[in-house]
């Protein structure tokens, strides 16, 4: 299993913001990216994990891969943990919620609604969502939000068992989290200011 990004390109709305980023994963490999804010950390995320077109460059992973957790939790507030946990292993169709529940040592939590929570409690659980994707490529944007150390490193272990079971974790964060990881710094890749302007609708993305 790999994940290719060959010289692709992005846009954030209707302004090209990064171009030329090339790279390679293969099973059991992590990448975090890196670069000062508005560099297009988030542009290029979405655009991998299939929630905008790139504008030029290719995009090659096994079909049905990606599992994205942004900025939002994707919670829905009156359910409960469980419920919530449970709502998406039936989206994609996998297995239980006691690995979810584990990684982040939320089983206390069980029959709490998610808009009940605190700001760290939903991060927790709309991170442990990925554990019941069964996709094997991990998207994470700036993941440890709302996180304290304790919960961090709940999070860097679960993520390290995703790779020793031969995933694949690609995320924007600037948190050492004492996995064996590649860096890309995106500067590099800021787009000319001289680039054209893409034709793309920015209410679209």
């Known amino acids: 299993m790999e994940l290719v990004v060959k010289n692709v390109a992005c846009a954030r709305g209707s302004l090209r913001v990064i171009e030329g980023v090339s790279f390679t994963l293969r099973a059991g490999e992590a990448l975090v990216l890196r670069g ?76 709490r609604q998610a808009q009940d929570l605190s700001a760290g409690q939903k991060r927790r659980l709309g991170l442990a969502r990925m554990e019941v994707t069964g996709r094997p490529i991990w998207i994470l ?3 440890t939000v709302s996180l304290d150390a304790a919960n961090t490193a709940l999070f860097a272990a679960m993520v390290a068992r995703h790779l020793d079971a031969g995933g694949i974790a690609l995320m924007a964060t600037h948190i050492e989290l004492g996995l064996e990881a590649k860096v890309l710094d995106l500067t590099p890749f800021k787009a000319r200011d001289d680039a054209p302007e893409p034709f793309l609708d920015g209410g679209f993305l």
């Open 36 to 111: 000062p804010n508005g560099i297009g950390k988030t542009t290029l995320l979405r655009t991998i994990a299939g929630l905008q077109p790139a504008l030029e460059g290719q995009i090659e992973l096994p079909e049905d891969a990606v599992a994205y957790a942004g900025h939002a939790d994707g919670l829905k507030g009156p359910l409960s943990v469980a419920q919530n946990l449970t709502f998406w292993a039936s989206i994609y169709g996998t297995r239980g919620i006691e690995c979810a529940l584990e990684a982040f040592d939320m089983t206390a939590l069980l029959d």
């Open 141 to 143: 944007d700036e993941p």
